[in-house]
């Protein structure tokens, strides 16, 4: 190789790396900083990429609830929702936009009571809710909502089926907050329903506490205006929900509010960015203690080859081309580890299930069990820029190590060195 490394400076920089016995320290020191840089690396890869994808199948599952922004009417009722969904739909980047009647109820069976939250779609829509069919587990969608010649059907969380003890065909009160004006007072609003599906999103407290059927079924129990449902909005790109907000918020105008998900989960997602930061900080260390173990080994090296340094230098060798020697050794440490920690971690990221699952079959304990965790697999999502992130660091580490030994090594007096050689 040419310029400015020439080929004399890398075949003695070879020789150096290479191991000899009388070397045997130094090259034990190479290879644990080869080692330490191949581990840290691989580790921060499949390390960040485990928890973006718990990130993202977290926020999938939050935001398959209740969508990516919610639209809210002023004043309780849409004046004009008809026109608002129209604006809505045509936005480049909206892809889905679904009216949702909400209201809290209290649920009664047998002697338990608790809280929910009734979610109302309108009937025709319900079959291609993707909470409900992508998470269903027992049940026929058909038969959510109002039923001729039969009780309106619901679909529950697995979590409150549970708690209640329900199954499928099995009778269900709800009571509404507010009750029914009659000549004689104020009587609660109580309608009995039936179980018609069960659906299990992942999430204990959504499927403790939602539950869905038909616009109508809600708006006869609690007595409420579909005009007053709100507009649940999915987009194509969630993560860039604040470039679409300026023309959502100019399609609503003066009709209602709006809320991202952003906005709805900034705790959770601040949350989950500080752990992931923090993991990055104390996996960093890793690198750290590797690139110092380059700095030894190089010293070391520096002290052992002092006088074939001097030699080279009374023979007309310039202190950069010493420098370039060393500088060689150390970055090619750094360069080797870090380009196989990358494909050990990007291979390991890859088939991370399949090694979940021999660990689990070589240990007889489960990773990451999913009646604690909700995940039928580990989830592991690489992102490229994490990827050049982590190698970037890795090589400037490396790199930056090199310099005080190479350093060290081209500021050898010649004449000092074979005097008291």
Known sequence: MTGFF?????????????????????SLIAWASFLGIMIGVATLIIVMAVMNGFRADLLERILGVGGHAVVRPYGGAFQSQSAVVDRLV??????????????????????????????????????????????????????????ES??????????????????????ISLIAPKGAKTPF???????????????????????????????????????????????EIVVVQPDKIQD???????????????????????????????????MFLILTMILLVASLNIVSGLVMLVKDKSRDIAI????????????????????????????????????????????????????????FPSEIYFLNELPAKIIVEDVVMVAGLSLALSFLSTLYPSWRAASLAPVEVLRND
Request: hydrophobic share 45%.
């Open 244 to 278: 679409l907000r300026p023309a959502i918020d100019q399609a609503v105008g003066e009709a209602g509010w709006v809320r991202d998900w952003q906005q709805t989960n900034a705790a959770l997602s601040g949350a989950l960015k500080v752990e992931r930061n923090v």
């Open 150 to 171: 039969a009780a309106p059907g619901l679909a529950i969380g697995q979590r409150m089926a549970e708690i209640y003890g329900l199954e499928i065909g099995m009778p």
């Open 90 to 147: 045509q936005l480049n980047g909206v892809q889905r936009l679904t009216p949702v009647l909400e209201a809290q109820v209290m649920v009664s069976v047998g002697t338990t009571a608790r809280g929910a939250i009734l979610r109302g779609v309108d009937k025709a829509r319900i079959p291609e809710l993707p909470v409900l069919t992508d998470n269903k587990v027992l049940g026929d969608l058909s038969r959510v909502g109002q039923i």
């Open 6 to 26: 020439n080929r004399f400076e890398w075949q003695i920089a070879g020789r150096y790396i290479r191991s000899r016995r009388r070397e045997g320290v130094i």
């Open 185 to 231: 007072g104020t009587a609660p609003r109580v309608r009995q329903y039936s179980v018609e599906s069960i659906f299990e999103v992942g999430l204990s407290d959504y499927d403790a506490t939602f539950i869905y059927t038909d616009m109508d079924t809600v708006s006869a129990l609690t007595g409420t205006s579909k005009d007053m449902a709100a507009l």
């Open 312 to 367: 080279l230098r009374t023979m007309g060798m310039k202190r950069g081309a010493v420098l370039r020697i060393f500088f060689i050794t150390g970055a090619s440490i750094g360069v080797v580890g870090t380009l196989v920690g990358v494909i050990v971690g990007v291979v390991f990221c890859q088939n991370i299930e399949a090694i979940r699952q021999l660990i689990t079959t070589l240990t007889g304990t489960e990773l």
